[in-house]
Structures are given as C-alpha cells and as structure tokens.
C-alpha cells in the first residue's frame, strides 16, 4: 500500500477540521446595546455560527432567549426585530461540508479541503417577530453559493411566516408589510427564487412554497386571502403575479405555474379558487390585465395546455373554467363576461374566441 495517499487523505480531513469556523466568534459584530439580552454576544441570545465580523444588528432586536442563535457571517437585523423563540435562528447561516477525493497520485488535487460558503439575510426593522418567523432563512443546505434573503420592514411577522424564505435560493425577496401570518411565506423561494410585493401575501399560507424550486413574482398587493398563491411557481414552475391579483376570497391563484408557466397582469384573478392551477403539470397560461374576475373565473385555464386570455375577459362566475379541459384556448379582449361564459369551451378542440365576443350568460360553452 503506497503511504502518501492515505497521508493525503489525514491532511485532506486536517483542512476540513481546521477550516471550520469558530463557533464562538463575537468580537467583531455590531450589536446595539439594547439587543441580544443586553449582554456581549455570543449568549443565550445571539451566537454566531463562524466569524461575526460582518454582522449587524440593531436596537431592540433578538431579545428572546435562542431568537438569533447560530447567525451565519453575512447577516444584517434593523431594530424591534427577530424576537421570538427561534425567531431567526441559523439566519443566513451555512451547513459545513467536506469533499476528500483519493487517487493513486500525489499530487495536490488528490484531495480537496472543505468549501464553506455561507448564505446571505437581510432583515429590515420591525420584521420576524414570531416563533421561528425567519427560521434559517437565507441559509444555504452545502457547499455552493449560499442562499439569498431580504425582507424589508414591518413584514414576516407570524408563527413561521417566513420559514427557510431564501434558503439556497438565487434571490428572495419580501417587500413590506407582507408575509404577516401563519406560513404565509414559509420556503418560499427555496431552492428557487421568488420576490413578493409590499402589502402582499397577509393570510394564513398564502404564498406558503411560492417558488420552492421554481421561480415566482408576486407584485404589490396581491395574494391576500388564505392559501392564495399556495405553491405557485413551485417544482420548476414560473410564475408571475402582477399588482392587484389573486385576491378577493380564499385560494385564489394557488398552484398557479407549478411544474408550468403562469403569467397574471395586474388586477386580474380576483375571487374564489380564481385561476386555481393555472399553467401547472407543465402548461402554460397568460393572462392579460383586469381579466379572470369572479368565482372559479379561469379556474385550471392552460393547466396541462395553452391557455391565452386577453384585456377586459372572462369576468364572471365560473366565465372561462376549465376552458382548456381538452385542448388549448385563446381568448381575445373584452370576451366571455358572463356568468358560465366560455366555460369548458376547448374540449372538443382548440379554441380561438376573437375581441367582444361571447358575452352572454353560458355563451360560446361546451363544443359550440
């Protein structure tokens, strides 16, 4: 047995050993007086996962015993923020790996010391303030780039609102006075990327996964009743949401874009299970602005075809539901607003309904 190998591979776990971070680095973050228990960090407060040099935290912010345990390097919290149990625990930290590689060589590539990249998270003032509200968010799961989270003020305040938000994500996003509910932003952009407007995403799970391994846009405003916007984006879906949308009653746009393509301009999709599914299981569905209004309007529209609805359409309950069952759709301006109107209308075969056009309760259903 050749024996500088198997030394390679004893220094190779050396650098591994040695190139982990201390856990207890607090000397060179900058911490108001008023935060982290009022104590020098590291404490029960506020503990670092590896050098703390570039961590900041402002007043009154992670006074709760654990709220900012285990804070990855890159970490910025404003004021009157991240207080709660857990409340930004591991924020943007990173899980240490190390890759060892043995050849027959001895040269030096023969083995490779640890990568430790670490996430990224900033949290404005008056966010995170509840049991685990920004819980490992902007972490990253390994080695690589990190993950990515900014969330401005006044938002993620609810029981895991904004739960591993960012996490080995590309970029993640939260405007203010968003995400302010139970898991009403929980993963999302996790292992994805997603943005959320201000004032958007305020009820129980209403973008909970929006952009989970996909990527999602929610504009200003938007998504505000429970479960709206669930998932959507997610499983390498693409979902855009414009400002004013998917509001009005519960569900609305859910699922819209997973494992697809869902584009919804402003105001649009506003009602009960509204655009429910749209351009998921790989579809692919665009809507234009002021269009899809009303309960169950557009609902599974493009789920698993081609769904196009133009300005000013399909408002009304139940105007364009399910108007893809069997093949793809196109609806032009100022058409099917009506109760019933356009319902079904693609499933016997590929529709194309011009400007002003089916306008009357149950017109232009079924095959006709």
Known sequence: MKAVPTLMVLIAIACCVLSVPAAAQGGGATIAPSSCGGTPAPNDYCSFAGSSAGIKIGAHSCNVVGACSDLGPNVTIGSNSCNGPSACASLGNAENSCDVSVSASIIHPAARPLTFSAGSAKIGNNSCNADGACEYAG???????????????????????CYESGYDSTNTTIGANACNSYQSCYDTGYEGASTIGAGSCPEDQSCFDAGNGGSSSIGQNSCLESQACNGAGSSAGSSSI????CGGDDSACQGAGQEGTSS???NS????????????????TQIA???????YACSGAGASNQASIGKNSCNGTDACYQITEGYSATVGNNSCDAFEACEESANAGSKNIKNNKCD?????TGAI
Do not use: F, L, W
Request: hydrophobic fraction near 15%.
């Open 139 to 161: 972490g990253q799961g390994g080695a690589g780039s990190g993950g990515s989270v900014k969330v401005a003020d006044g938002s993620c305040n609810g029981y895991q609102s």
């Open 242 to 245: 414009g400002s004013g949308s």
């Open 264 to 266: 919804i301009a402003n």
């Open 269 to 284: 999709c506003n009602g009960y299970q509204t655009c429910d599914g749209d351009g998921a299981y790989g579809g692919n």
């Open 289 to 295: 602005a002021g269009s899809c209004n009303g309960t």
């Open 360 to 364: 009357a309760p149950e017109a232009c």
